[in-house]
């Protein structure tokens, strides 16, 4: 069965802020790509962005500041416009990138993977609506 | 509940662990890694292969996990190398530069030999 997904949908996937729900996050936009006829490659890069922003959003954010991470999948005619949105605070992306020794492993390599993979990144923080990670596929041509 | 993952480990020798990840690692399941092992290390193993030929997805936080591993057997005396990566988990190696810390073998038999088993 192949679903179209026409230009100007927009689908919101809403998952509580677990570890154990990444993946449903990370294979709807695989999906997603899938359809919009991405090549393997490309479905898979976006499924490990996706994945990366919701690992982001589940170790930067207090647990006190929310408990949901919003999914949303833009599609425009010529991309994919990926938003990963927690009501988190925000973090330096810099920083970030530096990698921080936490307890036994090492973080900070996601942000550096997201860059690699995605045509556009951009983090916005804002201390009141929480952070967006935008992200953004070109998709193939027609 | 988290992402489907089989670890399988092995002694090879009495000093090199080798662990076997059939599956996909993320941030649901690398706790699980670190696990096995620190169980490895536990019976005496030093050094690890890393046998990534069922490894169909990782993320970061697997690598995460790795670093933190390796700097754990360097303390022992130990060493760490990491056998068949796919092409999908091999990219994510080098996209971080990890590819020049891990040695990155064909196969578990290369990698034994790497880690002087």
């Avoid at chain 1, 201390?127 to 992200?135: D, H, L, S």
């Avoid at chain 2, 993952?5 to 399941?29: F, H, K, M, P, Y």
């Amino acid at each position: 069965m192949k679903t179209t997904i026409g230009c100007g949908s927009e689908i919101e996937l809403r998952i509580p802020r677990q570890a154990e729900f990444v993946c449903v996050a990370r294979k709807t936009a695989a999906t997603v790509a899938h359809h919009l006829s991405f090549a393997w490659d490309a479905v898979r890069d976006i499924e490990l962005a996706v994945g990366e922003a919701c690992n982001n959003a589940i170790e930067h954010v207090p647990a006190e500041l929310g408990q949901e991470i919003v999914v949303r999948l833009g599609v425009e005619p010529d991309r994919l416009v990926v938003e990963v949105i927690d009501q988190g605070e925000g973090f330096d992306p810099e920083e970030a990138e530096q990698g921080v020794a936490d307890g036994e492993t090492v973080r900070g390599f996601g942000i550096i993977v997201m860059r690699s993979v995605m045509d556009e990144v951009e983090i916005r923080c804002d201390p009141e609506t929480g952070t967006c990670v935008r992200m953004i596929k070109r998709r193939p041509s027609q | 509940m988290d992402t489907q993952l089989e670890i399988a480990s092995r002694l090879e020798g009495a000093e090199t662990g080798v662990l076997s990840l059939s599956g996909e690692v993320d941030v649901s399941n690398v706790q699980r890694v670190r696990e096995a092992v620190l169980e490895l290390l536990e019976r005496g193993a030093k050094n690890l292969v890393f046998d990534l030929t069922g490894t169909e997805y990782m993320d970061s936080s697997g690598l995460g996990v790795l670093v933190g591993l390796l700097k754990k057997v360097k303390e022992l005396g130990g060493t760490l190398a990491v056998a068949a990566a796919q092409p999908r988990v091999k990219r994510l190696f080098e996209i971080t530069g990890l590819n020049q810390v891990f040695p990155l073998c064909d196969d578990v038999e290369g990698a034994l030999k790497e880690v002087g088993a």
